[in-house]
């Protein structure tokens, strides 16, 4: 079983959409959250990053982060074909030899067509 | 553009054959990784630098490949006596000190093996 897992899909949404794209992960000691987006031959951007349970907004996203079940979300509101990319949950513990680590998501493709 | 920056940004080399990859890092970012990233998977931890100390190694990190850090800025990653395997895209990212900052991703090298 992988430390975290992740819906590849792909998932296809109309503009205007909301879209809620979730990790699911089993250790325990991962205590800093964070989602990208890969474009196309790019390198992942960072678009959320939290460390504490509950809610975080900025602007149409929303991250959420449940660790009493192992559980994160991000939501995307009012969804644009500029959003259509690779979304990956990446997953860190505080402390320790492997501080510097992320560990990744597989990434959910989303495409979103006007 | 005081991003990540990369070089080169694809390689094409036959198997059996040396690569060296460049990473510059944001400016004063101390910390500095390597991942790698093959077709529809999310990155995988290499290793990690703080300043010129190499201080965490993946086991995904064979013999075959060295990174170093000289001067505690730039970094390069080298493969040697490359594989099929070894094709895939290789990111690096830098994030400054301090336990809950994020690291910030260039856009790779893309490694293809004939």
């Known amino acids: 079983q992988k430390e975290v897992e992740q819906d590849p899909g792909p998932l296809s949404v109309p503009e205007g959409a909301i879209v809620s794209l979730n990790c699911t992960y089993s250790?325990?000691?991962?205590?800093?959250f964070m989602w990208y987006r890969q474009y196309s031959r790019k390198g992942p951007e960072l678009l959320m990053y939290?460390?504490?349970?509950g809610n975080k907004e900025d602007g149409r996203f929303t991250a959420q982060v449940d660790k009493s079940s192992k559980y994160i979300s991000l939501f995307i509101r009012d969804s644009q074909p500029s959003d259509s990319a690779t979304y990956l949950c990446?997953?860190?513990?505080?402390?320790?030899?492997?501080?510097?680590?992320?560990?990744f998501g597989q990434g959910t493709i989303l495409t979103v067509h006007p | 553009d005081t991003g990540v920056s990369q070089n080169p940004r694809h390689k094409i080399t036959k198997r059996g054959q040396n690569v060296t990859f460049r990473c510059d890092p944001i400016?004063?970012?101390?910390?500095l990784y390597w991942y790698r990233q093959t077709l529809g998977q999310g990155p995988e931890f290499l290793t990690y630098?703080?300043?010129?100390?190499?201080?965490?190694k993946s086991r995904l990190l064979s013999d075959r490949f060295s990174a170093e850090r000289p001067k505690g800025s730039f970094s390069t990653l080298e493969i040697q006596r490359t594989e099929q395997g070894d094709s895939a895209m290789y990111l690096c990212?830098?994030?400054?000190?301090?336990?809950?900052?994020?690291?910030?991703f260039g856009d790779g090298t893309r490694l293809s093996i004939l």
């Open positions: 250790n325990s000691a991962f205590q800093y």
């Open positions: 630098f703080q300043n010129e100390a190499q201080l965490e």
């Open positions: 400016s004063e970012h101390n910390r």
């Open positions: 939290t460390y504490s349970s």
């Open positions: 990212a830098s994030s400054p000190m301090g336990s809950n900052q994020p690291q910030h």
């Open positions: 990446a997953i860190r513990i505080a402390a320790g030899t492997s501080y510097g680590k992320l560990t």
